[in-house]
């Protein structure tokens, strides 16, 4: 599986991005894909996830209400539409995939990374 996440750049607090994830080499409905963020000196951290089969999402508590987690089939992509966004919320995003997986808040849950793209949120 190849993913290549894209859609990071520079907002200012309270403003809106979209990130998108493009999944190849495996067929894309079978993946289960979560988001992750990694902030400067800090660990990388579970943000969202939504489930291979029936869709089902979930979310870290600091991004619940705020923060979006979709798929398209016909585009083999998995977005994160990020509203209100705060300073903390600065970091590089990775999309990650796993085959027929369950949600996972967990690194080790997912077998395929992307490369990240930056988020940052001016103050």
């Known amino acids: 599986v190849q993913l290549q996440a894209s859609g990071g750049g520079l907002v200012q607090a309270g403003g809106s991005l979209r990130l998108s994830c493009a999944a190849s080499g495996r067929t894309f409905s079978t993946l289960t894909m979560g988001w992750f963020r990694q902030a400067p000196g800090k660990e990388r951290e579970f943000v969202a996830a939504i489930s291979w089969n029936v869709g089902t999402t979930y979310y870290a508590d600091s991004v619940k209400d705020r923060f979006t987690i979709s798929r398209d089939s016909a585009k083999k992509t998995v977005y994160l539409q990020m509203n209100s966004l705060k300073p903390e919320d600065t970091a590089i995003y990775y999309c990650?995939?796993?085959?027929?997986?369950?949600?996972?808040?967990?690194?080790?849950?997912?077998?395929?990374w992307g490369q990240g793209t930056q988020v940052t949120v001016s103050s």
């Open positions: 990650a995939a796993a085959p027929y997986g369950a949600i996972s808040t967990a690194i080790l849950g997912y077998g395929y």
